[in-house]
């Protein structure tokens, strides 16, 4: 009996990349820095956070979202402390956003957030 190896293409994980071709080894794949993230396996760059998220860990395998009342304009963050309370005057009732919204004539928004 003999033993033999039989050559495959293996993917790096999601949360990693590889930039590079004719790699040989796992150690090839590199974990996504914080600010990015990678959801799928087998890809060659990371993924850069959107506006409304952040991504807070190295080999993030997905995005955080803000917060409802919460809102982030920018892309690549690395933590929660992103996420701004909606001011006096404007509202955010869903998760992930990049804006506020102003409140509609007839109606009022009297708190933060």
């Known amino acids: 009996m003999s033993s033999s190896k039989t050559n495959a293409l293996l ?19 590199i974990k996504c820095a ?4 990678n959801q799928f396996a087998g890809r060659s760059t990371c993924v850069t956070c959107d506006s409304g998220a952040y991504c807070d860990t190295v080999g993030a395998t997905g995005q955080q979202y803000c917060p409802a009342g919460t809102y982030n304009p920018n892309r690549g963050s690395t933590s929660s402390k992103a996420c701004i309370k909606c001011p006096v005057g404007s509202y955010n009732q869903f998760a992930g956003r990049s804006a506020c919204v102003t409140c509609d004539s007839g109606a009022y928004c009297d708190t933060v957030g």
């Open 11 to 29: 993917s790096c994980p999601a949360g990693t990349y590889n930039p590079n071709q004719g790699s040989t080894s796992s150690q090839a794949c």
């Open 34 to 37: 914080i600010g990015s993230y």
